[in-house]
């Protein structure tokens, strides 16, 4: 139960408000139930906004152009007095599913909460996006004092009618002035925990070491196939081997035991090793024709997307 939420929620909202609406006329009250883009008295938190900011509000639905702020009035670089911070933060949903307007009757204000706002849309000249919204480094690591783009919510989509393009390095400078050192790349980290964090396979790397394995065991396979004809020739001289009788001269009858052992041994090699390498070397085709070339059904590269 504890993960189940009202579909309407008016608690802790403005109670003047609601008992003037609950004391008016049936068709008021209906006029007021948020049904079909009518209004509904819900409860929004009251923003503690500041003198550089412009708020646009519509029930709980932001937009606010100001300087760059995660938190308090304090916080962030328009806190600290810098400039080149502008920022534009636009967010649904302050104090997500638990809005607060009133409580005991007193006004609740609130500042801007990276952490339990519902949805958000930041967008900064100058800020430190992973700290402000406590960002694992990963392999891209902490930007600090940077021009950031953040999205968040309980779910993202991009979407795209035709094709998406993740870009690093465009520039050789960034937003700041300073010179783009290095490249870097692109992080997926689930669960906001970098310990395990693995590079990327490079698919037709990928694709052309499997390919010098699949080569390779062919090799070893017809290695072992010439051992064990080899083998065989072997096993079939020593169980016809005689020896010379000291009486006379006259061979000697090739022993029984080694002779039943050596057509036994002829039979397994026969059955066992070479048909075990006849299947061995279908299945490396197989594998290869399913996995390794282009139209096989379960080629390992993916048609569509690409990582450099």
């Known amino acids: 139960m504890g993960d189940l939420k009202k579909a309407v929620d008016l608690e802790n909202g403005n109670q003047k408000a609601a008992d003037k609406l609950a004391a008016s006329s049936e068709t008021t009250r209906l006029r007021n139930m948020g049904i079909g883009g009518d209004p509904i008295k819900e409860p929004v938190p009251n923003f503690i906004s500041c003198d550089t900011e412009k708020v646009y509000k ?14 308090s009035r304090l916080s962030g670089y ?15 949903g302050r104090m997500a599913y638990q809005p607060t307007e009133f409580e005991d009757d007193e006004p609740v204000y609130v500042d801007p909460s990276f952490k339990t ?6 967008i900064s000249q100058k800020t430190d996006v992973d700290k402000n919204f406590a960002l694992a480094p990963g392999a891209v690591g902490t930007a600090d004092t940077k021009s950031a783009v953040a999205l968040k919510a309980d779910q993202i989509r991009v979407i795209a ?14 937003s700041q002035g300073a010179d783009v050192k290095g490249v870097s790349g692109v992080d997926i980290i689930a669960g906001n925990d970098d310990e395990n964090l693995q590079p990327m396979v490079l698919g037709n790397n990928l694709e052309m070491a499997l390919q010098r394995i699949v080569h390779h065991m062919d090799k070893l396979n017809g290695i072992v196939d010439s051992l064990c004809m080899i083998q065989m020739t072997f096993n079939s001289q020593l169980a016809s081997h005689f020896h010379f009788s000291p009486f006379y001269g006259m061979p000697t009858s090739p022993s029984p035991p080694v002779v039943a052992g050596g ?16 299947m061995h070397k279908t299945n490396l085709v197989m594998m290869e024709n399913t996995y390794l070339v282009v139209s096989g059904g379960k080629y390992i590269n993916s048609a569509y997307n690409n990582v450099n």
């Open 58 to 71: 519509m029930a709980n639905s932001w937009v606010v152009l100001g300087r760059d702020r995660h938190a």
């Open 117 to 122: 706002d519902a949805a958000r849309i930041y």
């Open 263 to 278: 057509i036994k041994a002829a039979i397994d090699m026969l059955t066992q090793v070479k048909l075990g390498l006849m």
């Open 78 to 92: 328009g806190g600290k007095g810098y400039t080149q911070c502008a920022s534009i933060d636009m967010v649904v």
């Open 161 to 174: 009618r035709e094709g998406i393009k993740l870009v690093t390095k465009t520039d050789l400078t960034n």
